[in-house]
């Protein structure tokens, strides 16, 4: 073990035993009902703010700093997209979900469609979450392993087992009290690292590399279908984003939580312009690497002192906790109180506590079993959780917002057709990072499978006992099914071209969207109003 690693795994203890000293202190504020699930819906805006940005800009951090390093400055669109997803969750989710009182995803499904709905919603979405945890984790475990000679599976198995430690002991407050000590972390790693920027490589280190690797300082460097599919991705997780629900949804309004959205898109800002600005400066000085990761505490070692690259990625530590620990917890809270409350419906608030309790350790032996699995690629692991969950519940979630007459069947159909098709493309592509099966992202198949399975099995099941409504009723909403199936003969027109860039599956996805929103508008139960409609349309629907 080198002088490098000791000073981490110094101060990565010490900052882990305030951590579960803290996890203790929450277990206080549990008492209050809601306590243990989302903070007694107490929290304030600057609480709020300080979990989402622990949340989202801390593994947004990590992930630019390694596409940084690789791709150069077009690593931006990827903390671009990230801050439009904050924003669009403050200014139209926070306020309706939070008057529905929401506490997950899954549960919002199982609300509206049943038991088994709710069961396999939460076993789906709990799946999913320790793969983003050690997404995040690599990070950490990869200066540990640079510096010390421990492998990345030991390292990620110390982060599940220290998560479990904090967070079964005072559910969303040791989060809060977490993430608000991350925020201190986050700025003297930021400080940390312009120091070193400025050792070297300076300014005159970034023009040398800008005349040398032009292509570093290119916007588009990182590749179109990249780029798109960060967006596409972004825009479709804001109604699916669960751990960020469940935090911002523990404010005492819904008018605080927006404010605290909006503070931790502001705050955010920083960690993607930095997290380039280290990547660059690391691909400087190492530029032979193949990781980012593996390269940002090489180029440390060589400008600065022990104590100081300690310091630096105690903040890495922070980011990774600052996303695994929600992750992790959200996680649990969908397999411990939606699928387990489902399973035993008599169970009461303590018993819920107590499965979700249990399912945090479910949940740290997958994040240790995933490490052991796959450990050298982060990219990897949050492209699958994203395909695993989004494939199953996207089109659920939106049907249970928008479109009344859906029906259990078709909604257990969608949840179990889309993961299944997801998964399966992915098989199909020999589960490689970043080349998929017939050139399409197994987010955009899976997604897909998901919408289609709901329409059909909805459209087939209710045939008979439904109306079609006139253009003058919805033209909004035939004007949308235009937009899709123009979509599709542009796809089909230009397929090679397309194929080519990987845009086919997005543009079949945004096609199917477009004809979704037309067949939530246009085709309603008959003799029901139509929800928010006016007194006249209500008398035309009976």
């Not at 609480?47 to 622990?54: D, K, M, P």
């Not at 409350?341 to 240790?368: N, Q």
């Not at 490689?432 to 998901?450: A, T």
Request: aromatic share 14%; with cysteine; proline share 4%.
């Amino acid at each position: 073990m080198t002088v490098y690693g000791g000073w981490i795994i110094g101060f990565a203890l010490i900052y882990t035993a305030l951590l579960v000293v803290a996890g203790q202190l929450a277990r206080r504020r549990t008492s209050k009902a809601g306590g243990y699930f989302v903070g007694g819906r107490s929290f304030n805006k600057w609480i709020v703010c300080f979990c989402i940005t622990g949340l989202f800009s801390g593994s947004t951090f990590i992930a630019v700093l390694e596409m940084a390093y690789l791709k150069g400055v077009s690593a931006i669109w990827y903390g671009v997209a990230e801050t439009l997803q904050i924003l669009i969750i403050a200014f139209l989710i926070i306020g309706p979900f939070r008057k529905k009182m929401v506490v997950t995803v899954s549960g919002l499904i199982g609300d509206k469609y049943g038991r088994s709905a709710k069961a396999l919603a939460g076993a789906i979405t709990a799946f999913a979450f320790p793969m983003w945890s050690v997404a995040t984790a690599i990070a950490f475990a990869s200066a540990l392993h640079v510096f010390t000679g421990f492998s990345l599976s030991l390292s990620v198995a110390f982060t599940a087992i220290l998560l479990f430690a904090y967070l079964q002991a005072g559910g969303m407050w040791s989060i809060a009290f977490t993430q608000s000590m991350n925020a201190i972390v986050f700025v003297i790693m930021f400080a940390i690292g312009v120091i070193a920027f400025f050792i070297n490589p300076g300014i005159d280190g970034l023009k040398e590399m800008a005349a040398a690797r032009p292509e570093m300082f290119e916007w588009g460097n990182a590749g179109l279908q990249v780029i798109v599919a960060w967006f596409g991705t972004f825009f479709v997780n804001v109604i699916l984003a669960q751990a960020a629900f469940q935090m911002a949804l523990s404010c005492k309004t819904p008018e605080e939580g927006q404010k605290g959205l909006k503070l931790a898109a502001i705050f955010g800002i920083p960690f993607t312009v930095l997290a380039i600005l280290f990547g660059l400066s690391a691909a400087a000085v190492i530029p032979e690497g193949k990781l980012g990761l593996l390269a940002l505490p090489q180029y440390l070692a060589q400008v600065l002192p022990a104590p100081l690259v300690g310091l630096f990625f105690l903040g890495i530590w922070a980011c990774a906790l600052g996303w695994g620990a929600p992750c992790q917890f959200s996680g649990a809270t969908s397999l411990g109180r939606d699928t387990g409350g489902a399973i035993f419906p008599s169970a009461d608030e303590k018993r819920l506590v107590t499965y979700t309790k249990w399912s945090l350790l479910i949940l740290t032996g997958l994040m240790v079993l995933f490490g052991l699995l796959r450990t050298e690629q982060s990219a990897w692991w949050n492209i699958m959780a994203w395909t695993i969950r989004n494939s199953a519940t996207f089109a659920p979630v939106v049907a249970a917002l928008f479109w009344p007459q859906v029906t259990r069947p078709a909604v257990l159909s969608s949840l179990a057709a889309g993961f299944v098709s997801g998964l399966g493309w992915y098989w199909l592509g020999g589960w490689d990072v970043s080349k998929f099966y017939l050139n399409v992202h197994p987010v955009w198949v899976g997604m897909s499978v998901n919408v289609v399975t709901i329409v059909a099995v909805t459209l087939l099941s209710t045939a008979g006992s439904f109306r079609i409504r006139k253009f003058a009723e919805a033209p909004v909403h035939y004007f949308s099914l235009a937009a899709g199936i123009l979509l599709f003969v542009i796809n089909g027109l230009n397929f090679a071209a397309l194929h080519d860039k990987g845009l086919t599956g997005l543009i079949v996805f945004t096609a199917l969207i477009g004809i979704f929103i037309a067949i939530i508008g246009i085709v309603r139960a008959a003799g029901k109003p139509v929800p928010g409609a006016t007194e006249t349309e209500a008398v035309a629907a009976v």
